[in-house]
C-alpha cells in the first residue's frame, strides 16, 4: 500500500512539474460584462515573450497582443522627394483623411482594398484632403494604396473599429 501511495504521490508532483500556464504581473485589470457575454481583461502587462520560427514568422505569446499600424510596401519612402502623406484617424470608426502636403494632387488615386485584396473604392485625390467614409464597411484590416500617375507610393494598413 506504501508503494502505491507514493508512486501516486510521484506521478503527481511530475504532472504538476511539467505543466506551464501563462505568466503575467498585470498593473491592474477586471470584468466587463455587457450583453453578449463577460470578458476578463489586465492592464499593463509586464511579461511576454516572441518566438521566431526558421520560415521568418514570429509568435507573440501572452495575455495582451500589441498590433502596429504601419506602411505596408516594399517601396522606399523616398519614391516621391518632398511628398508628405497623412492618414488618420488610424484606427477608425467612421471618416478616414488622407491629407497631402508638397505634391500636386492632379494624378494622385486612393484604393481602398479588403485584406482579400477586393476593391472596395477608388477616388482621385480632391485636393490637399481627400475623405473615405469607414462606417459602411465591418469592424477588420483594410489597406489603402496611393498611387500618382499610375505609379504606386505608398500603402496604409488602415485599423476599422
Known amino acids: 500500500m506504501k508503494k502505491s501511495t507514493i508512486l501516486l504521490v510521484f506521478m503527481l508532483f511530475l504532472i ?4 506551464k500556464a501563462q505568466e503575467t504581473i498585470p498593473a491592474t485589470g477586471g470584468e466587463a460584462s455587457g450583453g453578449g457575454g463577460t470578458s476578463s481583461y489586465t492592464i499593463g502587462q509586464m511579461v511576454y515573450t516572441t518566438n521566431t520560427g526558421t520560415d521568418g514568422y514570429t509568435l507573440a505569446q501572452g495575455v495582451q497582443q500589441p ?3 504601419s506602411v505596408v510596401s516594399a517601396i522606399p519612402e523616398t519614391e516621391k522627394p518632398g511628398l508628405t502623406l497623412w492618414v488618420y484617424p488610424n484606427p477608425a470608426n467612421g471618416f ?10 492632379d494624378h494622385m488615386l ?3 482594398y479588403d485584406a482579400n485584396g477586393k476593391l472596395l473604392e477608388g477616388k482621385k485625390a480632391a485636393g490637399e484632403q481627400t475623405q ?3 462606417s459602411k464597411y465591418n ?3 483594410y489597406f489603402l494604396k496611393v498611387t500618382d500617375h499610375k505609379k504606386e507610393i505608398r500603402t496604409y494598413k488602415i485599423i476599422k473599429h
Open 16 to 19: 504538476v512539474v511539467s505543466t
Open 132 to 134: 473615405f467614409d469607414l
Open 110 to 112: 486612393y484604393q481602398l
Open 67 to 69: 498590433y502596429e499600424i
Open 96 to 105: 478616414i483623411t488622407v491629407k497631402v502636403e508638397n505634391s500636386k494632387t
Open 139 to 141: 469592424s477588420a484590416v
